[in-house]
């Protein structure tokens, strides 16, 4: 079992820059592929970005590609998500998630443990 806790949201301009964090515990982070989620006001949770276990590999969705970059650090036990270009549509809870399968998910329902999440504002 993992505990994910993210940090990093706040308050940011369009077009300004945030970098979330999650901290994982225990000592198989890498076996865990990690990936980003998003929930804005009144819609569904939805995929952002995804790494593999190694790092190896990322997946992006279409709204967030050439904007955002996610990175682990294995030894830290840690993924970061490096949001430029900020807009207001962007504007969300984010949630960090991990899973232990094969390959790289991008559903929510693929992932087994997630934390309890971040609000990012992005004002016009």
């Known amino acids: 079992q993992v505990q994910l806790v993210e940090s990093g949201g706040g308050l940011v301009q369009a077009g300004g820059s945030l970098r979330l964090s999650c901290a994982a515990s225990?000592?198989?982070?890498?076996?865990?592929?990690m990936g980003w989620f998003r929930q804005a006001p009144g819609k569904e949770r939805g995929f952002v970005a995804a790494i593999a276990k190694s790092g190896g590999s990322t997946k992006y969705a279409d709204s967030v590609k050439g904007r955002f970059t996610i990175s682990r650090d294995n030894a830290k036990n840690t993924v970061y998500l490096q949001m430029n270009s900020l807009k207001p549509e962007d504007t969300a809870v984010y949630y960090c998630?991990?899973?232990?399968?094969?390959?790289?998910?991008?559903?929510?329902?693929?992932?087994?443990?997630w934390g309890q999440g971040t609000q990012v504002t992005v004002s016009s």
């Open positions: 225990g000592r198989t982070f890498s076996s865990y592929n």
């Open positions: 998630a991990a899973d232990r399968t094969i390959w790289v998910p991008t559903t929510e329902l693929a992932y087994d443990y």
